[in-house]
């Protein structure tokens, strides 16, 4: 099953969060921070589901960018 990305703010890396859409479906994730620690910066990164997207499916740039609201 695919795993739930994110992007390292610090690197631009694009890192799992280990989650996979196997354990959980991504549609019903709360709208709540998760921290994660990032395996390529260090450091610890808090994420929400607007954040992240399913790998091989296509990112929501305007999300990425800030650009959706609330």
């Known amino acids: 099953m695919p795993d739930v990305m994110i992007q390292c703010p610090v690197e631009k ?3 799992s969060t280990g989650l996979s859409t196997d ?5 019903s994730l709360p709208n ?9 910066c ?3 990164h808090f994420w929400r589901p607007r954040d992240a997207w399913v790998h ?6 305007a999300r990425l960018n ?3 609201s609330d």
């Open 13 to 15: 890396a694009t890192i």
């Open 23 to 27: 354990t959980v479906q991504f549609e």
């Open 32 to 40: 709540c921070a998760v921290p994660l620690q990032c395996h390529v």
């Open 42 to 44: 260090g450091q610890v």
């Open 56 to 61: 091989g499916r296509e990112r929501k740039r």
């Open 66 to 68: 800030g650009a959706a």
